[in-house]
């Protein structure tokens, strides 16, 4: 500002003490004078008539309720925010009394925008202002800015656009702070930063013609920026953090009010993480408060600064901090980096004076980058908000312990018959990665809401602020009604539902803009809305009752209307898409494997997905008609589902037995069942004494085995709890389930693998005994011809079959005093001597005794024959 030449010259349009103001018709625009009547004061006016409308059009959509803000618009207000937050933070930085070199100067003057400098608005062109007047002007920006909002406020009332409540008024003047507080606290401490001057004397940095601590002027603007910090800023942050640490005890004293008034600190972070508005303030008001409170010292300065910024991009990178958008995250991520950079570049500038190339490419590339990374993302939103379509058909609404194998089912049913991908239904199983958007993806990106009306249903909160939400935002919603569904009455309803739910559950719905009021509305609706039914233990109107869900879901199937839809599902035998026939209750040819389901709702429907998994594989498997006396007919592999209602139905019990009657191979399936218990040895003794199902289910047994065979049944359960059980819970994620059917498979081809190896056994031990028997058989055929030959040769003595073997024993014993023999042989060796002699002796001597003795009874007797008996015990006794 003081030119080389003689002491008194100043730069053009500059005057007074160290040339620190600027002439009439000239205005201050950062550190220079500009003339007035420029292009300058056409944007300042140009800019301050686009912020009229920018300002009614942002009161209103602050202050939609939040169930009903789209997610494209969202993620553009939140990803505006987090741009202008950076570039105010980016102006507050190039304040730090460093020597900054081109083109970042340009660049920081062109954020002079943010900065909340009426001098660069030309303001003293049109109203000769001292500086104490300019002060006293940024100061009353946001009261004036709150008169304004009022006035808004009052005219949408008036053309029937408004809003609710007073307290929206607070929560679009709080939007407008937080967004401004970093200028607006460097504006009003702009009194406290004073730097030396030539005159080795101590000047404000913005009027350097006012000496600090030692002028009126200075005293004056002390004393207001005390104040006003102290009213603006400091007590508006008090507010915040109260309103945060009572936000529970607000609600619970009816004071949403307050809520609804402050939502600008909640509404643009995830719930779990509501600090993260007080913290952003936190940031802010640190990187305004270094280039004042440490004006000389550099180092401080950027190590305040370096502070915030690394504390908050490091509760960004873990998770600790999360936006309400994927993409304002990452982009608050990136620009967080790129301060941090800055610091590095000032760092660079402070300490190698020579570094000047390297610091102003390093600087003004990320700069530069992060400039053209805020505007290509707004870009990229707004194309998205253009040409965005729904992603999902069909969001399934229900109560997970109720209906989760069932909303599975149906899932597979469409994708299957309808060809409708599974991608396309909305399961909260298949998303957990981020299920707080679970009401951002019903709002926005869902053609029809499916609600699965179970009992008590609409007293699960998180399903009632799903209708609320679906009804609150005009999309289409398909009421299905399973079994067990109770009638609805919307007085009980209300009353049931303030009766059920805890004040931090209503606290929790009333965080995402879900007040009870909302839940009331949209119960009406529910209630007098037309429904489907959906039978879970009728099979065979499963088709068509898919077919109906999505004729209600979607005004153009894929194939065709809802009325060709319901005749093509009219024959559930049809083969419609891939595998379309329900193979229920289907005589099984030999070898088959077929699943044993109990009679509940969801466990059935485990056992028809399990079907369903193993038609996709080519494979028919089909769950049997518990009530069939034939239904084990053929089957080799029987796939047992195992849950808290297969332990005590009687027909359940007896088709197992059956099974295990015809020795059918288990395969213990269990399913997700908390109520489930294995059976102990108390169990097993009802059972075999009849004790667990009484008179009447004794008749079942009776029915189905032909007499009440309790022990068989007991030990069919035995045989069933002694396999290793394989889980399959068809409500989980389709990853876990098509792991889990994987493992199934693997066991059903084991015990395919041991049915034929004991199909093998069995005939080999059938065959075995019919050996045996027919040996027998043939041995007493060949004992009693033997008896007829021997009765026959005793007539005439010479065939008598004792003579016959002592003769053969005299041969024999000759024999071996010809030739020798092994045992001979092993005698001799032994010392026991030569034994030819001995047993030729002994064989001759009774084979003479014998004769004589045979002669002289057969004489005294008069018979010339033995009976068949005694022929028989001699044999023996040889």
């Known amino acids: 500002h003081c030119p080389a030449g003689s002491p008194a010259a100043c730069a053009e349009g500059r005057k007074g003490l160290s040339c620190g103001e600027c002439e009439g018709g000239w205005f201050r625009r950062g550190l220079d004078c500009s003339r007035c009547g420029g292009s300058g004061n056409f944007f300042a006016i140009a800019l301050a008539c686009a912020a009229v409308p920018v300002f009614f059009s942002a009161h209103y959509a602050l202050n939609q309720p939040t169930i009903s803000q789209g997610v494209v618009k969202l993620e553009t207000a939140l990803a505006v925010s987090v741009a202008f937050s950076a570039a105010a933070s980016l102006k507050a930085i190039s304040t730090i009394n460093v020597g900054w070199w081109e083109p970042l100067v340009a660049l920081w003057n062109a954020l002079s925008f943010v900065s909340l400098d009426l001098e660069w608005a030309g303001v003293s062109c049109v109203v000769a202002a001292s500086p104490v007047g300019v002060f006293a002007g940024t100061i009353a920006i946001l009261p004036c800015f709150v008169v304004f909002i009022c006035g808004a406020h009052q005219f949408l009332h008036f053309i029937g656009r408004g809003v609710v409540g007073w307290s929206a008024i607070w929560n679009t003047s709080g939007s407008f702070w937080s967004l401004f507080v970093t200028m607006l606290s460097l504006r009003i401490l702009m009194p406290m930063r004073c730097e030396g001057n030539i005159h080795e004397a101590l000047t404000m940095h913005d009027y350097p013609q006012i000496i600090c601590f030692d002028s009126t002027d200075h005293i004056v603007l002390v004393a207001m920026s005390v104040v006003a910090f102290a009213i603006l800023v400091l007590g508006i942050f008090a507010v915040c953090v109260w309103v945060t640490v009572s936000q529970r005890t607000l609600m619970d004293k009816g004071l949403g009010w307050v809520l609804l008034a402050t939502k600008f600190l909640f509404g643009r972070f995830r719930v779990e993480h509501r600090w993260a508005g007080v913290l952003m303030l936190v940031r802010n008001i640190c990187v305004a408060l270094a280039p004042v409170l440490f004006g000389r010292i550099v180092a401080l300065q950027l190590m305040v600064v370096f502070v915030a910024v690394v504390v908050w991009w490091g509760l960004l990178l873990t998770g600790r901090l999360a936006w309400r958008s994927v993409p304002a995250q990452r982009l608050d991520e990136v620009l967080s980096f790129v301060l941090l950079v800055s610091m590095f570049s000032i760092a660079l500038m402070t300490q190698d004076p020579d570094a000047e190339d390297l610091v102003t490419m390093l600087a003004t590339v990320f700069v530069f980058g992060a400039v053209s990374l805020m505007v290509g993302v707004l870009i990229v939103l707004c194309a998205r908000r253009a040409i965005k379509s729904k992603e999902y058909l069909m969001f399934l609404s229900h109560h997970k312990a109720a209906a989760a194998v069932t909303c599975r089912y149906i899932q597979v049913l469409l994708s299957e018959l309808y060809d409708v991908p599974q991608s396309r239904i909305f399961l909260d199983v298949d998303n957990l990665s981020d299920l707080n958007n679970l009401f951002d993806v019903v709002k926005d990106n869902t053609e029809a809401l499916v609600f699965m009306r179970t009992a008590g249903t609409l007293l699960r909160f998180w399903c009632a602020g799903e209708v609320a939400c679906a009804v609150a935002n005009n999309v289409r919603v398909v009421m299905v009604e399973l079994m067990g569904a109770e009638e609805l009455h919307l007085d009980e309803l209300e009353t049931q539902m303030r009766a059920a739910w805890t004040e931090d559950q209503v606290a929790e719905l009333a965080q995402y803009g879900i007040s009870l009021d909302l839940i009331s509305v949209a119960f009406q609706y529910v209630v007098n809305m037309p429904s489907i039914s959906f039978h879970a233990m009728s099979p065979n109107t499963h088709a068509d009752s898919v077919a109906q869900i999505l004729a209600a879901s979607h005004s153009r199937p894929k194939r065709g209307s809802s009325n060709e839809l319901s005749e093509q599902s009219s024959d559930p035998g049809q083969k419609l898409g891939r595998s379309g026939s329900m193979l229920v209750g289907q005589q099984a040819p030999r070898g088959a494997v077929r699943i044993l389901a109990p009679l509940d709702p969801e466990h059935y429907l485990s056992g028809m997905c399990l079907s369903r998994a193993f038609q996709a594989k080519l494979e028919e498997v089909a769950v049997v008609d518990i009530g069939d006396p034939e239904a084990m007919d053929g089957v080799k592999v029987l796939l047992v589902i195992s849950a808290s209602g297969s332990l005590t139905d009687p027909l359940f019990g007896s088709q197992l037995g059956k099974a295990h009657n015809d020795q059918v191979t288990f395969v213990n399936i269990l399913v997700d069942d908390p109520h489930f218990v294995f059976?102990?040895?108390?169990?097993?003794?009802?059972?075999?004494?009849?004790?667990?199902?009484?008179?009447?289910?004794?008749?079942?047994?009776?029915?189905?085995?032909?007499?009440?065979?309790?022990?068989?049944?007991?030990?069919?359960?035995?045989?069933?709890?002694?396999?290793?059980?394989?889980?399959?819970?068809?409500?989980?994620?389709?990853?876990?389930?098509?792991?889990?059917?994987?493992?199934?498979?693997?066991?059903?081809?084991?015990?395919?693998?041991?049915?034929?190896?004991?199909?093998?056994?069995?005939?080999?031990?059938?065959?075995?005994?019919?050996?045996?028997?027919?040996?027998?058989?043939?041995?007493?055929?060949?004992?009693?011809?033997?008896?007829?030959?021997?009765?026959?040769?005793?007539?005439?003595?010479?065939?008598?079959?004792?003579?016959?073997?002592?003769?053969?024993?005299?041969?024999?014993?000759?024999?071996?005093?010809?030739?020798?023999?092994?045992?001979?042989?092993?005698?001799?060796?032994?010392?026991?001597?030569?034994?030819?002699?001995?047993?030729?002796?002994?064989?001759?001597?009774?084979?003479?005794?014998?004769?004589?003795?045979?002669?002289?009874?057969?004489?005294?007797?008069?018979?010339?024959?033995?009976?068949?008996?005694?022929?028989?015990?001699?044999?023996?006794?040889?």
């Open 679 to 878: 059976p102990t040895a108390y169990f097993y003794q009802r059972i075999a004494t009849g004790q667990l199902y009484g008179d009447d289910g004794a008749l079942v047994v009776e029915s189905l085995l032909g007499e009440p065979n309790f022990a068989l049944v007991a030990d069919a359960y035995k045989a069933l709890f002694k396999i290793l059980a394989v889980s399959y819970f068809p409500g989980r994620s389709r990853r876990f389930v098509a792991h889990q059917f994987a493992v199934v498979q693997e066991h059903v081809s084991q015990a395919q693998r041991n049915y034929a190896r004991n199909l093998v056994k069995r005939d080999l031990e059938r065959r075995s005994s019919r050996a045996e028997t027919g040996l027998s058989r043939l041995s007493r055929n060949q004992h009693r011809a033997n008896t007829e030959k021997s009765n026959d040769g005793l007539r005439d003595g010479s065939q008598n079959p004792s003579r016959m073997v002592l003769r053969s024993l005299t041969d024999q014993a000759g024999s071996w005093s010809r030739k020798g023999s092994p045992t001979r042989t092993a005698l001799s060796g032994s010392g026991r001597g030569d034994m030819t002699a001995t047993a030729a002796a002994a064989a001759a001597a009774c084979a003479a005794n014998y004769e004589s003795t045979q002669d002289s009874e057969d004489k005294s007797s008069g018979r010339g024959e033995h009976s068949a008996e005694e022929v028989t015990v001699f044999d023996l006794w040889i």
